[in-house]
C-alpha cells in the first residue's frame, strides 16, 4: 500500500507541476525582461571572445573600466583567496616556452607578482587537453607561492588526461556559478559610480545564471517548492522523481546515439563508442568532465588517423578530428598532415586551424535550435516525445549526410 501511495502522490505532483508550469509559460513579462548583450551577439559560450575577455579586462587595474585595482582586490579575496598583492599583474592567453622556444600551450588567465602565480584555466564547454593543468602547475612552480585553479560552470574537476593521470595536490576547483557569481555581486557594488561597467557586470552575471540554471526562481517555480515541502508524503514522492532523472536522461542520450549508430550504418567502420558508459557518467555523482561519442576511421596519413568524430559536451556535434596512436592528441603536430590529401580546399582547411585543435573542422547538429544535453531545458524535453524524437532525429541525419558530403569537396572521404 506505501508503495502505492508514493506512486499516486508522485503522479499528482507531476500533474501540479505541469500545470504550474504550463502557467509560467502563459506570464506576461516586463518588456527587456530577457535581453542580455551576450546572448542577442551569439557569445554565451565563446571562452576566449566572451569569459576570458571580460574577466580580463574586469581585473586588469588599468582596464577601461576606471576602478583602478578594486575588482582585482575583491578576486584576490573571493575567489583566489590570496592576500593582495600589490605589485600583482594579470596577463591572458600567456604562452609556456618549454623547450627552445617551441609553444607548449597558452594559459587563458595568469595572475602573478613579485614571489607568486596563479594560472587559472578556464572551462566552459572545451575539452580538456593532454597534460594541460600539470603544465600549468610545472610554469607556476618557478614562483614561491604557486596555485592552479580550474574554473568551470559548476566546479567539476579536470580529466585524467588534464592531471596526467595523477592528483594535484594543489589543485582548486572554481565555479563560475558560486566563485565567479559572488565576486560579480561585490564588483555590481564597486561600480555603483560607473553605470555603463555596472550593467555589464549584471548582464554578465545573468548570462552566468543562465548558463548555470541559477536563473532566480519566479512566483510559479516558489508554487511547486511549497506543494513538495507541505507534507513527508509529497517529500518522499519528489525525492524518488529526483533519483530516475539521471538514469532517465542517461538513457535518452545512449538512445541518440544509438540511433546516429544504426544511422551510419556500415558506411564508415566504428572505431570507438564511450556513449554508453559515459552517458551515464555524464549524468552522475562524479564530477569530471566526460564527453560521450562514436568514432569513425576516414583515413591514414602515417601516425595519424582522421576520423568523424560526434560527441556531447552541452550540444551534440560532429566533425573531423586527427590523433596519433591510441587517440592521443597533437595539436602542435597540424602541419604533418597538411598534405595528406590533393587539392587546395583540404590545405586552406588546415593551415586555417588554431593551434590547439584536435578538430579539423566541427559543427553542432540542430544548430538552429541547439539541444542542451546538459541542463535538459529548451528542445530536450522533445526527445520524450515519440513524434518529436523522431523529426528531431532526422533533422541530425539530414545535417550529418549534408555536411559529410560536403566535407568530400576536401578530398578526406572517397
Known amino acids: 500500500m506505501t508503495e502505492e501511495r508514493n506512486a499516486g502522490t508522485a503522479q499528482m505532483l507531476l500533474e501540479q507541476a505541469h500545470g504550474v508550469l504550463a502557467l509560467r509559460e502563459r506570464r506576461a513579462e516586463a518588456p527587456g525582461a530577457r535581453f542580455n548583450i551576450f546572448s542577442v551577439l551569439d557569445m554565451e559560450t565563446d571562452e576566449v571572445n566572451t569569459h576570458c575577455r571580460l574577466l580580463y579586462e574586469l581585473l586588469r587595474p588599468d582596464g577601461c573600466h576606471g576602478l583602478g585595482n578594486q575588482f582585482l582586490r575583491a578576486f584576490f579575496e573571493l575567489v583566489l583567496r590570496k592576500p593582495y598583492g600589490a605589485d600583482a599583474v594579470v596577463a591572458r592567453e600567456r604562452v609556456i616556452d618549454a623547450c627552445g622556444g617551441q609553444d607548449y600551450g597558452r594559459i587563458d588567465l595568469v595572475v602573478e607578482g613579485r614571489g607568486f602565480c596563479y594560472p587559472i584555466e578556464v572551462k566552459i564547454f572545451a575539452r580538456d587537453q593532454w597534460r594541460q593543468v600539470r603544465r600549468y602547475a610545472q610554469y607556476a612552480a618557478k614562483a614561491q607561492d604557486s596555485q592552479v585553479y580550474y574554473l568551470t560552470l559548476d566546479g567539476h574537476m579536470p580529466s585524467e588526461e ?154 551534440l556535434y560532429h566533425g573531423l578530428i586527427f590523433f596519433r596512436g591510441d587517440f592521443q592528441q597533437a595539436p602542435q603536430e597540424i602541419g604533418e598532415i597538411k598534405d595528406a590529401f590533393p587539392g587546395a580546399a583540404w590545405r586552406e582547411l588546415v593551415t586555417s586551424l588554431e593551434p590547439r585543435d584536435w578538430w579539423l573542422w566541427y559543427k553542432y547538429l540542430t544548430e538552429e535550435s541547439p539541444i542542451d544535453f546538459r541542463r535538459c531545458d529548451g528542445r530536450y524535453s522533445e526527445l520524450f516525445d515519440p513524434e518529436r524524437h523522431q523529426a528531431i532525429m532526422e533533422e541530425i541525419f539530414a545535417q550529418m549526410d549534408h555536411d559529410i558530403d560536403t566535407a568530400r569537396r576536401t578530398g578526406v572521404y572517397e
Open 162 to 315: 588534464s592531471m596526467g593521470g595523477e592528483g594535484l595536490p594543489g589543485l582548486v576547483c572554481l565555479s563560475f556559478s558560486g566563485d565567479i557569481r559572488r565576486w560579480l555581486l561585490r564588483c555590481g557594488e564597486l561600480a555603483w559610480q560607473a553605470p555603463a561597467v555596472a550593467e555589464i557586470v549584471r548582464q554578465y552575471a545573468g548570462l552566468l545564471d543562465r548558463l548555470t540554471g541559477n536563473e532566480r526562481e519566479d512566483e510559479y517555480m516558489e508554487m511547486i517548492r511549497r506543494t513538495v515541502g507541505l507534507s513527508q508524503t509529497n517529500y518522499e514522492a519528489a525525492a524518488a522523481i529526483e533519483r530516475v532523472m539521471a538514469p532517465l536522461r542517461a538513457e535518452m542520450m545512449a538512445q541518440v546515439f544509438s540511433e546516429i549508430e544504426v544511422h551510419i550504418g556500415d558506411r564508415l567502420r566504428k572505431l570507438r563508442a564511450t556513449y554508453q558508459e559515459d552517458a551515464a557518467r555524464f549524468y552522475g555523482r562524479e564530477r569530471r568532465r566526460v564527453w560521450p561519442s562514436l568514432t569513425y576511421f576516414i583515413a591514414q596519413c602515417g601516425q595519424y588517423t582522421i576520423a568523424l568524430h560526434i560527441e556531447v559536451d552541452w550540444k
